[in-house]
Antibody, heavy 125, light 106 residues
Framework: QLQLHESGPGLVKPSETLSLTCTVS??????????WGWIRQPPGKGLEWIGT???????YYNPSLKSRVTISVDTSKNQFSLKLSSVTAADTAVYYC?????????????????WGQGTTVTVSS | SYELTQPPSVSVSPGQTASITCSGD??????ACWYQQKPGQSPVLVIY???KRPSGIPERFSGSNSGNTATLTISGTQAMDEADYYC?????????FGGGTKLTVL
């Protein structure tokens, strides 16, 4: 059974870079039928998509975060990572990684079916 | 940028049918999916491709999508269905979430 696990510092100082890793277990990150995504949820608020990556390294980012976000993949470790630079208190949130379902026949995405448990990141000095 | 709009809250009596809407420009031309999130838990996919249920999701959950509106319907709502529900769609390669709807079962 596929599982995702987020890891990284729970506290980041303002203006620094937030770095998180999602480890995929029970399956391969290199499958052609999946993308991999990062989503966050500020306290008491809704879900916000950060970005998505394919095992080839192709990435798509939320336009509102694009200038500060880098998502990368390490297929040898079955991991993908998030870096968010110049963080402020507004970046305080629970950060989730998720598996994105992709149809290679119709070339469309159709859901995020496996989520990590989430990791809380607080931006504070 | 593409936007999805949901009502902030919906209330339903146990055993009745709950409907949660999600509106977006020509949303019917895209695939919509729905997530359930209970307090302190990760979201769970309950509907994908407008109306399909992942394995393990009860049959009382159903979905539709036409025109500018996607709808999540919960038939015979149970107390355990009380949660936040988010619709989501893709606009080309970008992910868009609705603002979420708090379903109260009372």
């Amino acid at each position: 059974q596929l599982q995702l696990h987020e890891s990284g510092p729970g506290l980041v100082k303002p203006s620094e870079t937030l770095s998180l890793t999602c480890t995929v277990s029970g399956g391969s990150i290199s499958s052609s039928t999946y993308y991999w995504g990062w989503i966050r949820q500020p306290p008491g608020k809704g879900l916000e998509w950060i970005g998505t990556i394919y095992h080839s390294g192709s990435t798509y980012y939320n336009p509102s975060l694009k200038s500060r976000v880098t998502i990368s993949v390490d297929t040898s470790k079955n991991q993908f990572s998030l870096k968010l630079s110049s963080v402020t208190a507004a970046d305080t949130a629970v950060y989730y990684c998720a598996r994105v379902l992709y149809s290679t026949i119709g070339h469309y995405y159709y859901g995020m079916d496996v989520w990590g448990q989430g990791t809380t990141v607080t931006v504070s000095s | 940028s593409y936007e999805l709009t949901q009502p902030p809250s919906v209330s339903v009596s146990p055993g009745q049918t709950a409907s949660i809407t999600c509106s977006g420009d020509k949303l019917g031309d895209k695939y919509a999916c729905w997530y359930q999130q209970k307090p302190g838990q990760s979201p769970v996919l309950v509907i994908y491709e407008d109306k399909k249920r992942p394995s393990g999701i009860p049959e009382r959950f159903s979905g539709s999508n036409s025109g500018n509106t996607a709808t999540l319907t919960i038939s015979g709502t149970q107390a355990m269905d009380e949660a936040d529900y988010y619709c989501q769609a893709w606009d080309r390669n970008t992910v868009v979430f609705g603002g979420g709807t708090k379903l109260t079962v009372l």
